[in-house]
């Protein structure tokens, strides 16, 4: 069973550093690129970066461009998401999801639990 | 940026209703589009990839049509655990983006 554990939320005032994590398993991690989607509170979905299976390519969102770095270790099945210098619209429950194939569809099957990162002074 | 914009945002229905929520491109796709079922405090679960095939163990209730701009999820008939939020999202380039949720609620 494909599961994925993320961690790292919390309460961090403005301009703050947090890092995320998402423990894998249940497939082959370094087959598959992954993604992070974050919601604000009573709001949508929305996209934050994805990362190929190799680690080789990252997208991000335009919003969170040069502040937040997605990486992963292949050796520790887990995916990461470096947030730095936050503002408050970065408040929101971040999920950690997993390509449906291998390689890279941006279709998103399954998600994490999710964790819930507040910015606020 | 792709836009994706869907309709209505809300929409009250009864059991066994046939429901229609429709998802519109800002430009062609394809058939890179997936609908995904989100409950509340739950994470997000994928229905539908490629526009209209059906995730394994998603109920064949579950519909999905469309290609290019103007796609279609369609429940045949509505059952009490379908009552939730759906949103589509294209994945033809980044970056990705979702349609704005449409909140399926009992009448």
């Known amino acids: 069973e494909v599961q994925l554990v993320e961690s790292g939320g919390g309460l961090v005032q403005p301009g703050g550093a947090l890092r995320l994590s998402c423990v894998a398993s249940?497939?082959?991690?370094?087959?598959?690129?992954m993604s992070w989607v974050r919601q604000a509170p009573g709001r949508g979905l929305e996209w934050v970066s994805s990362?190929?299976?190799?680690?080789?390519?990252?997208y991000y969102a335009d919003s969170v461009r040069d502040r937040l770095t997605i990486s992963r270790d292949n050796s520790k099945n887990t995916l990461y998401l470096q947030m730095n210098s936050l503002r408050a619209e970065d408040t929101a429950v971040y999920y950690c999801?997993?390509?449906?194939?291998?390689?890279?569809?941006?279709?998103?099957?399954?998600w994490g639990q999710g964790t819930l990162v507040t910015v606020s002074s | 940026d792709i836009q994706m914009t869907q309709s209505p945002s809300s929409l009250s229905a009864s059991v066994e209703d046939r429901v229609t929520i429709t998802c519109r491109a800002s430009?062609?796709?394809?058939?890179?589009l997936a609908w995904y079922q989100q409950k509340p405090g739950k994470a997000p679960k994928l229905l539908i990839y490629?526009?209209?095939s059906l995730q394994s163990g998603v109920p064949s209730r579950f519909s999905g049509s469309g290609s290019g701009t103007d796609f279609t999820l369609t429940i045949s008939s509505l059952q009490p655990e379908d009552f939730a939020t759906y949103y589509c999202?294209?994945?033809?380039?980044?970056?990705?983006?979702f349609g704005g949720g449409t909140k399926v609620e009992i009448k």
């Open positions: 490629g526009a209209s």
């Open positions: 999801a997993k390509d449906l194939r291998p390689g890279t569809t941006g279709w998103f099957d399954p």
């Open positions: 249940g497939f082959t991690f370094n087959n598959y690129a």
């Open positions: 430009q062609g796709i394809s058939s890179w």
């Open positions: 990362i190929s299976g190799s680690g080789g390519s990252a």
């Open positions: 999202q294209q994945a033809a380039t980044f970056p990705l983006t």
